[in-house]
């Protein structure tokens, strides 16, 4: 399981504490409420690895001089929502997650096109050596909304670790897992405080979200 969006330490030792794979963290996105520096980013990284909890860089087209603070930082993978420039592709010296944002299909007559664009992103992904797993995201990343999972049962997503992440909680994954059967779950609004202005992550849901996935 993957938690999202740490910004303290205090974060990180909620994934030490309850058990988590990999610990993300939000970088040059300024937009994003959990963006951090590279510095502050640094030492969550620490913390992480030295539990051997694998530090993933949250990016949002990434540029080349971005990648190389990311890989100085010691981050263990990079997730990449947006664009991956060719540039940045043969620079990279870390598996990168790549990201895939499915837009909100409420239109009935744009489904199929929505999906074939996913197909389209994930076909060329898996293509890719570096690409280690592909994440699967509702349109917004970090929105907490999900996206429809019956959508994307066709994907065959058999080369690459199959990530899957937007707006899932303690009381939906269950059900996430049951219809997708994805390798790893993300998650982060799913656990954060009902109150938007305490920044951080919240122990119980952490807690709760943790013992779901493991029961
Ligand atoms: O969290 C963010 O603000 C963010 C910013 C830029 C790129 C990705 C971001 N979040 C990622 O979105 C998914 C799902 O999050 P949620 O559970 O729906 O809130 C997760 O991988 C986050 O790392």
């Known amino acids: ?50 539990s051997d909890i ?15 603070k990311i890989q100085e930082a010691g981050f263990d993978y990079i997730q990449i929502h947006g664009t991956l420039e060719k540039a940045v592709y043969e620079a990279d010296t870390i598996p990168i997650i790549r990201a895939v944002n499915i837009s909100d299909n409420n239109n009935a007559d744009k489904t199929d096109d929505i999906i074939n664009t996913v197909k ?3 076909e060329k992904s898996q293509k890719l050596d570096k690409v280690a797993g592909i994440l699967l995201d509702a349109g917004v990343p970090g929105s907490g909304k999900t996206f429809d999972w019956n959508s994307i049962k066709e994907l065959e997503i058999t080369e690459k670790k199959l990530f899957l992440a937007g707006g899932l909680n303690s009381g939906n994954v269950a059900a996430a897992v049951k219809c997708v059967q994805p390798d790893v779950v993300d998650i982060s609004s799913g ?25």
């Open 1 to 50: 399981m993957k938690i999202c969006g740490l910004t303290s330490e205090a974060d990180a030792g909620l994934l030490i504490k309850y058990g988590a794979d990999y610990g993300g963290v939000v970088v040059f996105y300024p937009k994003s409420k959990r963006d951090v520096t590279i510095k502050e980013a640094k030492i969550i990284v620490d913390i992480l690895k030295k």
């Open 54 to 68: 694998k530090a993933v860089a949250v990016t949002v087209s990434p540029t080349v001089e971005q990648l190389y």
């Open 120 to 122: 389209e992103q994930v």
């Open 191 to 215: 656990v954060e405080y009902e109150d938007v202005l305490i920044k951080g992550k919240d122990e119980s849901k952490v807690k709760a979200f943790i013992n779901a996935v493991n029961n």
